[in-house]
């Protein structure tokens, strides 16, 4: 008898038919009070031996028809390794195949990153060498948001992750970061804490990543839509990292993102903000040159269409604090399939994948400081 159950953290699936191995019905359930989805992380237990087809059947009205093309889920025993499974989109249904091994399998969307264990690793971290540690404030939900400083440096760099909560590579990324800068034998990593003091809030959207949303808060807002108007009625999660940017200043921010349909890691610019001029372009592509001689997995031939001049949305974090604070300012996007440059056809993009990464941004940052003012 196959059961499958979503009732746990970060999950999110609706079970609507399990009784056929090789005709399970699924549908995923959108974020509590907006109409996103995309998301799906559940359990099938009872399916040894099993040869699993899982239709799910809703995908066509997803948030991001063009994630399905060329896409592969998921799947894992432990919740550490997650192997990629065989997956098709047929225009109108994702059909998942895969014949487990063990009892109880864990299908997602990509590698979670529930709050638990994120409440786990930030316990760890607080204790770690250089950096300190201050509760930001909290969610709707009450739960603490955490921010992190480390380095004595007078430039003020910020990064953050996971505004999205479905987009779990950030809270990937962020834990190869702060292993990094947290490493007193790392040379690179000390010199970049000698130029500038670090300010991290590892995950910005706690809520809806327990509760398994794909893309907003409890209240329903887009926290990546929410800069330019944030409150602590509506987007707190917002409202509370920009209060503290106000406390710093900013002269460097980085903003940790997942991309649902183009299958590369790239970066963003602030490009088509009123105050962009050739000293930003000249910032973001000495960046993004470094990011291409240093990273194996970084490229800068696809991504995002550049507004025209005056027109980009400054509701948006990477827009809103070039804009105020005439800095060098990026969206970071990592694919949830597999990328395309250097690819891993076992894993895809991945966790490990994820924090490797991290650490090459952290020479790249340490080396463009002296440029960023």
Known sequence: MISISSDFDSGNIESIDASDPANIQLEIKPDGKADFFQWFFFKVEGAN????????????????????????????????????????????????????????????YFAPYPTSRYRTYIDAMIDAPGLAHAPLGETLDG??????????GPLNFWVIARQHPGETMGSWWMEGFLERITDEKDKIAQKLLEAVTLHIVPCMNLDGAKRGHLRTNAAGKDLNRAWR??????????????????????????????????????????????????????????????????????????????????????????CYVAETWDCLSMTLEMPFKDANVNPDPVHGWSPARCRTFAREHVTVMAEIAGMVR
Do not use: C
Request: net charge negative; hydrophobic share 35%; proline share 4%.
């Open 49 to 108: 031996g099993s040869a699993l087809t899982m239709r799910i059947l809703n995908v066509a009205k997803a948030s991001y028809l063009g994630g399905w093309k060329d896409y592969r889920a998921v799947a894992s025993y432990d919740l550490d390794e997650w192997v990629r499974v065989d997956t098709a989109f047929d225009g109108k249904e994702l059909t998942i195949g895969h014949k487990p091994e063990k009892d109880t399998v864990y299908y997602a």
């Open 143 to 152: 739960q603490q948001m955490d921010y992190f400083r480390a380095g004595t």
């Open 229 to 318: 108007n944030a409150s602590m009625e509506e987007s707190p999660e917002v409202y509370l990292t920009r209060e503290k940017m106000r406390e710093t200043g900013v002269d460097f921010f980085l903003d940790v993102h997942g991309d649902e349909a183009i299958a590369n890691n790239f970066l963003n610019s602030a490009e088509g903000i009123p105050a962009w001029n050739e000293r930003h372009a000249k910032m973001f592509n000495a960046f993004s040159s470094r990011m291409l001689e240093v990273s194996k997995d970084f490229q800068d031939k696809e991504g995002y269409p550049t507004p025209p001049p005056g027109k980009a949305n400054l509701d948006i974090a990477n």
